[in-house]
Every structure is written in C-alpha cells, then in structure tokens.
C-alpha cells in the first residue's frame, strides 16, 4: 500500500502532539515540516525523522506535493494559512478554531467549496473514546433528555500571559470552541437560545448562560463563569441514567439506583494526547477513500454552526 504524503504546517505543541501520531502510523509518510519561523522546527524535525523543512509554504507545496496537509498554526494565522491550502484544493486539516469570529469561519468554508477542497476541523474531543462510550451509554435505553456544560476559564492567565489581545478579547471563540462545540456534537443542531452574559470586574463579558433547545427536542444548558476557578464537565441526562464527565477524559455512568460504573478509555487515548489518534487516523481514512467528512467529524461547514452559536452566547443579553 502507497503510504500518504502528509505535509504539517507549524512547529508548536499541538503540531508536536499530532507528529506522535502521524509518525505512529504505518501508511503515513511526514513528507515536510513548514514553520514561517517557529525555533522549535529543527529539533521536531530532528526528532520525528523528518527529512524536509520549510519556511515558505508555497515552495512545500511545488516540491512535496503532499497529499494532505495539516494545519496547526497559531489562532491568529489560521485563516491565512488554511486559505492558502484551501485554494490549491489539497485535503485540509486544520486545528480549530476556524477564525476568530464566525465571519472567518463562513469565509473559510466558502473557499473550500469555492475549490472543491476535502477539509476537517480538529475537533478531538469529538473523537474521545470516553465521549463516544458516554452517548452510547445514554442512547442504548433512550433518547439524549438534557446536556449541561460548565466552562470556567482562567481569563486572568490569558490577560498576563504572552497572548495577543485579539484571542484575550475572542477567548469564547478561540478555547470556548472546545466546549461549547460538545453541545452540538451531543444534541445536535440547535434550534432556540437563549442567553445571558455577566460582565463583572472586567473590560469584557465573563459570564455566561445559555438555555437551548435542539431540534431533536432535547435541551442544552452552558455555564461559563471567568472569573472563578474549576474545571470543566459535562452531564447527559437520559432514561432513568446519567453521565457526567468530569474532567472531559473521564466520566462514570449512574444508574437509577445510583450505582456508578466508570466508563471505559481506549488505549490510544492513554499513548496519545485523547482524541488525537482517532480523529487524525479518521480524516486520513477520508482523504485515501474520497470519502466526504461526516459525523462524528465536523468539516467547516459543520464547524460554522458551532462559530455562530458561540457568537450568539457571545452577543448574549448583558443588561
């Protein structure tokens, strides 16, 4: 079997943590490694064996040719980079989120369809084996009844870290993404909200509620509160069950009796970073069989819906 010639576009962690799995795969080839200047690019390069380097994007592609690539730039450069991938039409996977704004994300997914181009975003907790054991645990006796997202984030790290106020002031888009994009991959398509935002001690909204209700019938609720610390959780609520995953790469299932079973983890999430292995493995899947991204996966039009749910809770009543 042809082994794939991928190419990957950025150097920093996340690129790092897919290079563990794309060099992990068998009929997968690391044909180049491009960075616009990221000083870590040697040593992965060093490190996973990766015989090209390049800093010009373009020049990666007339010389590699790669039969898809993986875009894993920083927030900021993502819609430059990822449309100049789009254009040429070449299997697009790019980290999430899409943009800074669902603009960016709509813009970015009318150039994929402009060009004919196969694309994914990395959606990983999509693709958390414990997230997949979680809904079918609820869906073996029933129908998903509720959904509830708790959220904080730590708004006080990005503001005196070596974050761009662009992403400190888009932090709904740019790490909200992660959970609210769970709703959806929970629920479904949404068909009302309604929201409420809190704006406490800060320049910006740092409170957040949602209610909402999907087209399936069942309801949604997403808490995020910044200026308090705690993790992240998710709850299902289903026939006479419950599921609450907390943290997200953990979760137990409770029965009406109250006893709790924990879920199983697959083994790929405890050799990778979670999700990673299984969602890189399924657009790889995409691009050797000309199939078309679908559920559990989202492409960018699918992606956009959770972008314009974001930028309702962001433009949420803060009266």
Not at 164 to 191: C, M, T, W
Request: proline letters at 4%; one cysteine or more.
């Amino acid at each position: 079997m042809d082994k794939l010639k991928v190419g990957v576009i950025g150097a920093g962690f996340f690129a790092e943590k897919h290079l563990e799995v794309l060099t992990a795969l068998e009929d997968v080839e690391v044909a180049a490694l491009c960075s616009g200047g990221h000083p870590r690019i040697h040593a992965l390069a060093d490190r996973f064996k990766i015989e090209r380097t390049y800093t010009d994007l373009e020049r990666m592609f007339e010389e590699v040719s790669p039969d898809a690539v993986f875009v894993l730039v920083n927030v900021t450069r993502m819609v430059e980079v990822a449309s100049a991938c789009l254009k040429r039409g070449v299997p697009t996977l790019l980290e999430k989120p899409p943009g800074l704004s669902a603009a960016e994300a709509r813009g970015l997914r009318d150039l994929a369809a402009a060009h004919d181009c196969p694309n994914m975003v990395g959606l990983n907790r999509r693709f958390y084996s414990v997230m997949r054991h979680a809904r079918e645990a609820i869906l073996e006796v029933g129908p998903l009844v509720s959904v509830m997202i708790e959220a904080p984030e730590r708004l006080w790290e990005y503001k005196t870290g070596a974050h761009p106020q662009e992403v400190v002031s888009g932090l709904l888009f740019a790490n909200g993404i992660h959970s609210i994009d769970l709703l959806r991959y929970f629920g479904g398509d949404v068909k009302q909200v309604h929201v409420f935002s809190g704006q406490w001690e800060e320049e910006q909204k740092n409170s957040f509620g949602a209610l909402m209700r999907f087209e399936s019938g069942a309801m949604g609720q997403y808490i995020a509160n910044w200026m308090s610390p705690g993790g992240w959780s998710v709850t299902l609520y289903g026939m006479n069950r419950r599921v609450v995953l907390k943290p997200l790469e953990r979760g137990v299932l409770i029965d009406g009796s109250g006893a709790e079973t924990p879920l199983a983890v697959d083994e790929v999430d405890t050799l990778f970073k979670p999700g990673l292995y299984a969602q890189d493995l399924y657009f790889l899947d995409c691009v050797r069989e000309g199939r078309k991204v679908s559920y559990p996966a989202a492409d960018l039009a699918d992606a956009v819906k959770t972008m314009e749910l974001i930028e309702e809770i962001a433009e949420g009543d803060c009266s």
